[in-house]
Protein backbone atom coordinates (compact mmCIF):
# COMPACT_ATOMS: atom_id res chain seq x y z
CA UNK A 1 0.00 0.00 0.00
CA UNK A 2 1.64 3.38 -1.07
CA UNK A 3 1.15 6.74 0.56
CA UNK A 4 -1.98 8.03 -1.84
CA UNK A 5 -4.02 4.95 -0.85
CA UNK A 6 -3.49 5.35 2.68
CA UNK A 7 -4.36 8.73 2.99
CA UNK A 8 -7.08 8.00 0.89
CA UNK A 9 -8.32 4.77 3.45
CA UNK A 10 -7.82 7.30 5.80
CA UNK A 11 -10.16 10.04 4.32
CA UNK A 12 -12.92 7.20 2.81
CA UNK A 13 -12.74 3.94 4.90
CA UNK A 14 -14.85 3.78 7.68
CA UNK A 15 -13.30 1.92 9.82
CA UNK A 16 -9.69 3.08 9.91
CA UNK A 17 -11.42 6.36 9.74
CA UNK A 18 -13.45 5.94 13.04
CA UNK A 19 -10.42 4.24 14.47
CA UNK A 20 -7.92 7.59 13.35
CA UNK A 21 -10.17 9.88 14.48
CA UNK A 22 -10.57 8.32 18.44
CA UNK A 23 -6.39 7.66 18.66
CA UNK A 24 -6.05 11.25 17.55
CA UNK A 25 -8.32 12.40 20.22
CA UNK A 26 -6.54 10.39 22.90
CA UNK A 27 -3.08 11.41 21.62
CA UNK A 28 -3.92 14.85 21.48
CA UNK A 29 -5.85 15.00 25.26
CA UNK A 30 -3.20 12.96 26.82
CA UNK A 31 -0.41 15.13 25.58
CA UNK A 32 -1.84 18.04 26.91
CA UNK A 33 -2.26 16.72 30.27
CA UNK A 34 0.58 14.68 30.28
CA UNK A 35 2.80 17.71 30.38
CA UNK A 36 1.56 18.68 33.55
CA UNK A 37 1.98 15.42 35.19
CA UNK A 38 5.23 15.77 33.31
CA UNK A 39 6.43 18.90 34.42
CA UNK A 40 4.88 18.17 38.19
CA UNK A 41 7.23 14.98 38.40
CA UNK A 42 3.99 12.60 38.48
CA UNK A 43 4.78 10.66 35.50
CA UNK A 44 3.96 7.60 37.23
CA UNK A 45 0.68 9.06 38.15
CA UNK A 46 -0.56 8.19 34.19
CA UNK A 47 0.72 4.86 35.03
CA UNK A 48 -0.91 4.37 38.55
CA UNK A 49 -4.58 6.16 37.26
CA UNK A 50 -4.53 3.86 34.50
CA UNK A 51 -4.29 0.19 36.26
CA UNK A 52 -6.54 1.71 39.18
CA UNK A 53 -9.24 2.37 36.31
CA UNK A 54 -9.50 -1.26 35.27
CA UNK A 55 -11.54 -2.44 38.65
CA UNK A 56 -14.06 0.79 37.98
CA UNK A 57 -14.80 -0.35 34.20
CA UNK A 58 -15.58 -4.02 35.50
CA UNK A 59 -17.77 -3.15 39.16
CA UNK A 60 -19.69 -0.93 36.08
CA UNK A 61 -20.17 -4.26 34.17
CA UNK A 62 -21.39 -6.18 37.30
CA UNK A 63 -23.79 -3.42 38.68
CA UNK A 64 -24.95 -2.70 35.09
CA UNK A 65 -24.33 -5.80 32.80
CA UNK A 66 -24.16 -3.04 29.91
CA UNK A 67 -21.19 -2.97 27.80
CA UNK A 68 -21.80 0.49 26.67
CA UNK A 69 -18.52 2.56 26.45
CA UNK A 70 -19.95 5.43 28.35
CA UNK A 71 -20.86 3.08 31.05
CA UNK A 72 -17.26 1.73 31.06
CA UNK A 73 -15.62 4.62 31.06
CA UNK A 74 -18.02 6.51 33.87
CA UNK A 75 -16.67 3.40 36.22
CA UNK A 76 -13.21 3.65 35.11
CA UNK A 77 -13.56 7.48 35.84
CA UNK A 78 -14.83 6.87 39.38
CA UNK A 79 -12.17 4.09 39.78
CA UNK A 80 -9.28 6.47 38.89
CA UNK A 81 -10.41 9.93 41.09
CA UNK A 82 -10.47 7.66 43.91
CA UNK A 83 -7.08 6.14 43.36
CA UNK A 84 -5.92 9.86 43.02
CA UNK A 85 -7.73 10.73 45.87
CA UNK A 86 -6.14 7.69 48.09
CA UNK A 87 -2.70 9.06 46.72
CA UNK A 88 -3.34 12.10 47.64
CA UNK A 89 -4.71 11.44 51.05
CA UNK A 90 -1.74 9.03 51.91
CA UNK A 91 1.12 11.45 50.72
CA UNK A 92 -0.64 14.10 52.95
CA UNK A 93 -1.46 11.99 56.00
CA UNK A 94 1.89 10.14 56.39
CA UNK A 95 5.24 9.68 56.14
CA UNK A 96 4.93 8.06 53.20
CA UNK A 97 6.59 9.66 50.11
CA UNK A 98 4.94 10.05 47.03
CA UNK A 99 6.41 7.25 44.41
CA UNK A 100 5.62 4.40 46.80
CA UNK A 101 1.95 5.57 47.63
CA UNK A 102 1.88 5.31 43.60
CA UNK A 103 3.21 1.76 43.82
CA UNK A 104 0.49 1.00 46.56
CA UNK A 105 -2.23 2.60 44.42
CA UNK A 106 -1.28 0.67 41.15
CA UNK A 107 -0.50 -2.78 42.65
CA UNK A 108 -3.86 -2.81 44.84
CA UNK A 109 -6.27 -1.74 41.82
CA UNK A 110 -4.74 -3.26 39.57
CA UNK A 111 -4.81 -7.07 41.35
CA UNK A 112 -8.29 -6.04 42.49
CA UNK A 113 -9.35 -5.73 38.94
CA UNK A 114 -7.62 -8.75 37.74
CA UNK A 115 -9.75 -10.89 40.71
CA UNK A 116 -12.97 -9.55 39.70
CA UNK A 117 -11.94 -10.06 35.78
CA UNK A 118 -11.82 -13.75 36.63
CA UNK A 119 -14.98 -13.29 38.78
CA UNK A 120 -16.93 -12.00 35.67
CA UNK A 121 -16.01 -15.45 33.69
CA UNK A 122 -18.24 -17.07 36.22
CA UNK A 123 -21.34 -14.90 35.43
CA UNK A 124 -23.89 -15.66 32.75
CA UNK A 125 -23.77 -13.92 29.62
CA UNK A 126 -20.41 -12.51 30.37
CA UNK A 127 -18.21 -11.74 27.52
CA UNK A 128 -14.49 -11.56 29.47
CA UNK A 129 -13.10 -10.33 25.77
CA UNK A 130 -15.69 -7.05 25.64
CA UNK A 131 -13.95 -6.00 29.01
CA UNK A 132 -9.99 -7.06 28.48
CA UNK A 133 -10.45 -4.44 25.67
CA UNK A 134 -9.91 -1.86 28.70
CA UNK A 135 -6.92 -3.78 29.67
CA UNK A 136 -5.14 -4.55 26.36
CA UNK A 137 -6.66 -2.03 23.99
CA UNK A 138 -8.75 -2.39 20.79
CA UNK A 139 -8.67 -0.03 19.11
CA UNK A 140 -10.09 -1.39 15.72
CA UNK A 141 -13.74 -2.00 17.87
CA UNK A 142 -14.15 1.69 18.06
CA UNK A 143 -17.26 3.09 16.49
CA UNK A 144 -18.63 6.49 16.07
CA UNK A 145 -20.46 6.45 19.56
CA UNK A 146 -17.03 5.52 21.45
CA UNK A 147 -15.35 8.33 19.26
CA UNK A 148 -18.17 10.91 19.78
CA UNK A 149 -17.87 10.09 23.15
CA UNK A 150 -14.16 9.77 24.00
CA UNK A 151 -14.47 13.33 22.09
CA UNK A 152 -17.00 14.64 24.42
CA UNK A 153 -14.56 14.14 27.52
CA UNK A 154 -11.58 15.48 25.59
CA UNK A 155 -13.35 18.42 24.83
CA UNK A 156 -14.35 19.06 28.25
CA UNK A 157 -11.20 18.12 29.62
CA UNK A 158 -8.69 20.53 26.96
CA UNK A 159 -11.57 23.15 27.57
CA UNK A 160 -10.73 23.31 31.37
CA UNK A 161 -7.16 23.73 30.85
CA UNK A 162 -7.58 26.48 28.75
CA UNK A 163 -10.01 27.76 30.97
CA UNK A 164 -7.82 27.59 34.06
CA UNK A 165 -4.75 28.02 31.90
CA UNK A 166 -2.87 30.68 34.43
CA UNK A 167 -4.13 28.74 37.49
CA UNK A 168 -1.99 25.16 36.19
CA UNK A 169 0.35 26.55 35.12
CA UNK A 170 1.05 28.57 38.54
CA UNK A 171 0.29 25.12 40.77
CA UNK A 172 2.34 22.98 38.36
CA UNK A 173 5.47 25.44 38.73
CA UNK A 174 5.05 26.47 42.36
CA UNK A 175 2.47 25.39 44.66
CA UNK A 176 3.51 27.08 47.37
CA UNK A 177 3.69 30.81 45.74
CA UNK A 178 0.48 29.60 44.35
CA UNK A 179 -1.00 29.68 47.96
CA UNK A 180 0.69 32.86 48.96
CA UNK A 181 -1.55 34.78 46.20
CA UNK A 182 -4.44 33.46 47.31
CA UNK A 183 -5.16 30.83 44.60
CA UNK A 184 -6.90 27.48 46.34
CA UNK A 185 -3.59 25.40 45.53
CA UNK A 186 -4.68 21.97 47.09
CA UNK A 187 -8.21 22.37 45.08
CA UNK A 188 -6.69 22.77 41.86
CA UNK A 189 -3.81 20.15 41.81
CA UNK A 190 -7.49 18.05 42.16
CA UNK A 191 -8.75 19.52 39.59
CA UNK A 192 -5.71 19.12 37.51
CA UNK A 193 -5.35 15.45 38.41
CA UNK A 194 -8.63 14.57 37.82
CA UNK A 195 -8.60 15.92 34.73
CA UNK A 196 -5.59 13.66 34.13
CA UNK A 197 -7.82 10.94 34.95
CA UNK A 198 -10.19 11.82 32.12
CA UNK A 199 -7.81 11.89 29.70
CA UNK A 200 -6.56 8.11 30.97
CA UNK A 201 -10.37 7.30 30.85
CA UNK A 202 -10.39 8.09 26.96
CA UNK A 203 -7.99 6.34 26.03
CA UNK A 204 -8.39 2.82 27.53
CA UNK A 205 -10.23 1.15 24.93
CA UNK A 206 -7.99 2.24 21.97
CA UNK A 207 -4.59 1.63 23.88
CA UNK A 208 -5.52 -0.33 27.29
CA UNK A 209 -4.35 -0.28 30.81
CA UNK A 210 -1.01 -1.02 30.45
CA UNK A 211 -0.28 0.79 27.48
CA UNK A 212 -1.58 4.42 28.43
CA UNK A 213 0.70 5.28 30.68
CA UNK A 214 3.74 5.55 27.80
CA UNK A 215 0.94 7.61 25.53
CA UNK A 216 0.66 9.95 28.78
CA UNK A 217 3.98 10.81 29.33
CA UNK A 218 6.23 10.24 26.09
CA UNK A 219 4.39 13.34 24.18
CA UNK A 220 5.23 16.03 26.68
CA UNK A 221 8.55 13.92 27.10
CA UNK A 222 9.25 14.67 23.23
CA UNK A 223 7.57 18.04 23.18
CA UNK A 224 9.74 19.64 26.21
CA UNK A 225 13.27 18.74 24.20
CA UNK A 226 12.51 21.57 21.86
CA UNK A 227 11.32 24.16 23.81
CA UNK A 228 11.58 26.20 26.90
CA UNK A 229 7.86 27.97 26.54
CA UNK A 230 5.31 26.04 28.57
CA UNK A 231 2.75 26.96 25.92
CA UNK A 232 4.80 25.49 23.14
CA UNK A 233 5.53 22.60 24.93
CA UNK A 234 2.00 21.94 26.11
CA UNK A 235 0.87 22.58 22.08
CA UNK A 236 3.28 20.51 20.65
CA UNK A 237 2.63 17.85 22.89
CA UNK A 238 -0.90 17.66 21.72
CA UNK A 239 -0.12 17.48 18.41
CA UNK A 240 2.68 14.99 18.88
CA UNK A 241 -0.07 12.65 20.59
CA UNK A 242 -2.56 13.32 18.20
CA UNK A 243 0.54 12.49 15.00
CA UNK A 244 1.00 8.99 16.94
CA UNK A 245 -2.34 7.97 17.31
CA UNK A 246 -2.80 8.99 13.42
CA UNK A 247 -0.16 7.16 12.33
CA UNK A 248 -0.13 4.26 14.67
CA UNK A 249 -3.96 3.76 13.07
CA UNK A 250 -2.64 3.97 9.57
CA UNK A 251 0.55 1.82 10.12
CA UNK A 252 -1.28 -1.30 11.50
CA UNK A 253 -3.59 -0.95 8.45
CA UNK A 254 -1.18 -1.84 6.23
CA UNK A 255 -0.55 -5.10 8.05
CA UNK A 256 -2.03 -8.41 9.51
CA UNK A 257 -1.61 -9.05 12.91
CA UNK A 258 -0.30 -5.46 14.48
CA UNK A 259 -2.31 -3.82 17.17
CA UNK A 260 -2.99 -0.41 16.70
CA UNK A 261 -2.27 0.22 20.46
CA UNK A 262 1.25 -0.96 20.88
CA UNK A 263 2.12 0.60 16.84
CA UNK A 264 1.19 4.38 18.45
CA UNK A 265 2.95 3.60 21.64
CA UNK A 266 5.57 2.69 19.11
CA UNK A 267 5.30 5.81 16.78
CA UNK A 268 5.25 8.00 20.09
CA UNK A 269 8.28 6.57 21.58
CA UNK A 270 10.02 7.02 18.18
CA UNK A 271 9.53 10.82 18.36
CA UNK A 272 10.78 11.61 21.63
CA UNK A 273 13.70 9.13 20.93
CA UNK A 274 14.33 11.61 18.02
CA UNK A 275 13.37 14.57 19.64
CA UNK A 276 15.99 13.50 22.70
CA UNK A 277 18.66 13.07 19.91
CA UNK A 278 18.08 15.99 17.70
CA UNK A 279 15.97 18.54 19.15
CA UNK A 280 18.48 21.78 18.86
CA UNK A 281 18.19 22.88 22.26
CA UNK A 282 18.68 19.67 24.56
CA UNK A 283 19.38 16.99 21.48
CA UNK A 284 22.21 14.61 22.55
CA UNK A 285 23.43 14.72 18.78
CA UNK A 286 23.52 18.94 19.22
CA UNK A 287 24.89 18.74 22.95
CA UNK A 288 27.92 16.62 21.36
CA UNK A 289 28.65 18.78 18.46
CA UNK A 290 28.67 21.62 21.06
CA UNK A 291 30.70 19.80 23.43
CA UNK A 292 33.50 19.39 20.39
CA UNK A 293 33.52 22.52 19.21
CA UNK A 294 33.97 23.66 22.77
CA UNK A 295 36.90 21.36 23.20
CA UNK A 296 38.10 22.38 20.36
CA UNK A 297 38.32 25.91 21.31
CA UNK A 298 39.67 25.31 24.30
CA UNK A 299 42.43 23.27 22.80
CA UNK A 300 42.74 26.21 20.08
CA UNK A 301 43.21 28.75 22.93
CA UNK A 302 45.26 27.06 25.59
CA UNK A 303 47.71 26.64 22.41
CA UNK A 304 47.71 30.07 21.73
CA UNK A 305 48.08 30.90 25.48
CA UNK A 306 51.58 28.35 25.86
CA UNK A 307 52.86 29.63 22.57
CA UNK A 308 52.47 33.12 24.42
CA UNK A 309 54.05 32.03 27.15
CA UNK A 310 56.95 30.66 25.42
CA UNK A 311 57.41 33.39 22.95
CA UNK A 312 57.78 35.56 26.47
CA UNK A 313 61.01 33.89 27.13
CA UNK A 314 62.37 35.39 23.78
CA UNK A 315 63.59 39.01 22.24
CA UNK A 316 61.15 38.34 19.65
CA UNK A 317 57.76 37.28 18.30
CA UNK A 318 60.21 35.84 15.24
CA UNK A 319 61.47 32.98 17.50
CA UNK A 320 59.66 30.05 16.63
CA UNK A 321 58.99 27.10 18.39
CA UNK A 322 58.78 23.49 17.79
CA UNK A 323 55.50 21.38 17.90
CA UNK A 324 57.45 19.44 20.85
CA UNK A 325 57.93 22.35 22.68
CA UNK A 326 54.23 23.40 22.99
CA UNK A 327 53.47 19.93 23.57
CA UNK A 328 55.75 19.86 26.92
CA UNK A 329 53.60 22.73 27.74
CA UNK A 330 50.58 20.80 28.26
CA UNK A 331 51.32 16.93 28.14
CA UNK A 332 47.80 15.99 28.53
CA UNK A 333 46.77 17.77 25.32
CA UNK A 334 46.88 16.09 22.11
CA UNK A 335 46.29 16.96 18.14
CA UNK A 336 48.40 20.16 18.23
CA UNK A 337 49.53 20.02 14.85
CA UNK A 338 46.15 20.52 13.62
CA UNK A 339 45.29 23.32 16.46
CA UNK A 340 48.31 25.32 14.66
CA UNK A 341 47.39 24.97 11.38
CA UNK A 342 44.10 25.83 12.59
CA UNK A 343 45.64 29.19 14.31
CA UNK A 344 47.45 29.31 10.90
CA UNK A 345 44.34 29.84 8.94
CA UNK A 346 43.22 32.80 11.29
CA UNK A 347 46.07 34.44 11.01
CA UNK A 348 47.04 33.89 14.79
CA UNK A 349 50.49 32.27 14.00
CA UNK A 350 52.72 31.27 11.26
CA UNK A 351 54.93 28.92 10.37
CA UNK A 352 58.83 28.96 10.56
CA UNK A 353 61.29 27.08 8.88
CA UNK A 354 62.36 23.64 10.48
CA UNK A 355 58.94 22.97 11.60
CA UNK A 356 58.96 25.80 13.85
CA UNK A 357 56.18 28.09 14.71
CA UNK A 358 55.44 31.70 15.83
CA UNK A 359 53.10 33.78 16.87
CA UNK A 360 51.57 37.26 14.90
CA UNK A 361 50.84 40.42 16.62
CA UNK A 362 46.87 39.23 16.14
CA UNK A 363 47.75 36.66 18.03
CA UNK A 364 49.49 38.04 20.53
CA UNK A 365 46.29 40.36 20.92
CA UNK A 366 43.93 37.40 21.16
CA UNK A 367 46.28 35.38 23.56
CA UNK A 368 46.27 38.60 26.02
CA UNK A 369 42.14 38.60 25.64
CA UNK A 370 42.00 35.38 26.03
CA UNK A 371 44.35 35.65 29.34
CA UNK A 372 42.33 39.28 30.21
CA UNK A 373 38.84 37.20 30.17
CA UNK A 374 40.07 35.17 32.72
CA UNK A 375 41.39 36.97 34.98
CA UNK A 376 44.90 36.72 34.29
CA UNK A 377 47.26 39.34 33.93
CA UNK A 378 49.17 39.46 30.60
CA UNK A 379 52.85 40.05 30.39
CA UNK A 380 53.89 42.71 28.20
CA UNK A 381 55.22 39.91 26.28
CA UNK A 382 57.78 40.43 23.34
CA UNK A 383 57.98 43.40 21.32
CA UNK A 384 57.04 43.62 17.83
CA UNK A 385 58.87 41.90 14.71
CA UNK A 386 62.23 43.67 14.22
CA UNK A 387 62.65 45.28 17.58
CA UNK A 388 64.92 43.79 20.24
CA UNK A 389 64.15 44.20 23.76
CA UNK A 390 66.69 46.87 25.54
CA UNK A 391 67.86 45.74 28.80
CA UNK A 392 69.09 48.33 30.82
CA UNK A 393 72.86 48.25 32.18
Given at each position: ?33 G ?27 M ?22 L ?46 E????GQ ?24 L ?37 V ?27 R?G ?66 F????V ?7 S ?25 A ?14 R ?41
Open positions: MNLTELLDDLLFDYTLRTVALGTAIVGIVSGVLSYALLRKQSLLGDAISHAALPGVVLAFITRSYGSIVLMAGALVSGVLATLILAVVRSTRIKEDSALGIALSVFFGLGLMLLTVTQRMPGARQASLRFLFAATLVVADVIAMGVLAVVAVGLVMLWKEFKLVSFDTEFASSLGFPARALEVALTTLLVVAIVGLQAVGVILMSALVVAPGAAARQWTDFVMVFLAGAFGGFSGVAGAALSSTGSGLSTGPVIVLVVSLITVVSMLLAPNRGLVWNWVRQLRQRRQRIETLVDLLALQQHESIDYGHTVEAIHAMNRGRRGERTLRSLQEKGLVTSPGGRWSMTEAGIVEARRILEATGEIPDPGPLPIGQVRVTPS
